[in-house]
């Protein structure tokens, strides 16, 4: 009981940290009154920003399923198809994260005209990392789906 509790403070401090990090973003780019004059670094720091407000937004949807999952648990219905849902759910932000870090890592190998410059962006960690979550993700969701399907077999049998 104590370890879910525990867990129930990570998922709300984790959830409201990333939407106040949501709402400074911008704010914290670009402070209150930014320069119209310097266009180009304004450009890159409004795709930064896009960016990180995309992956923060994912973030949120993703924390909004665990929790749904982390209910359940809590409940004692572990084996039970709304967590497979929920699990399901959660893979399409990470594919989503590494779409969009794979179309930033490329806008800016044009813009910038050098391929190599993509090596040292955290972007390019951003890609396999995420793909991986969200199959994982998927994985676990079959996992879960399969242990309902054997667990409602079951239950109809006694």
């Known amino acids: 009981m104590k370890l879910t509790r525990f867990l ?15 709402v400074a973003l911008p704010i914290w780019f670009f402070g209150w009154d930014y320069n119209q ?12 920003a896009g960016f990180l407000e995309f992956c923060g937004a994912c ?17 004692g219905l572990s084996f039970v198809m709304s967590n497979a849902v929920y699990v399901r759910r959660g893979a399409w932000p990470c594919f989503a994260i590494a779409v969009m870090a794979a179309v930033r890592a490329i806008a800016h190998a044009l813009w910038s005209g050098s391929w190599s410059y993509i090596l040292f962006e955290y ?18 969701a079959k996992l879960f789906y399969s242990a309902a399907v054997l667990k409602e077999d079951n239950d109809l049998v006694v």
């Open 59 to 75: 973030t949120a949807f993703l924390l909004w399923q665990a929790k749904g999952v982390l209910r359940n648990l809590t409940k």
């Open 8 to 22: 129930y403070f990570v998922f709300w401090a984790a959830f409201v940290l990333n939407l106040a990090v949501l």
């Open 123 to 140: 972007n390019t960690l951003f890609i396999p990392v995420f793909t991986i979550a969200g199959l994982l993700c998927l994985v676990v």
């Open 37 to 48: 004059n310097a266009n180009e670094p304004i450009k890159s720091l409004w795709m930064t």
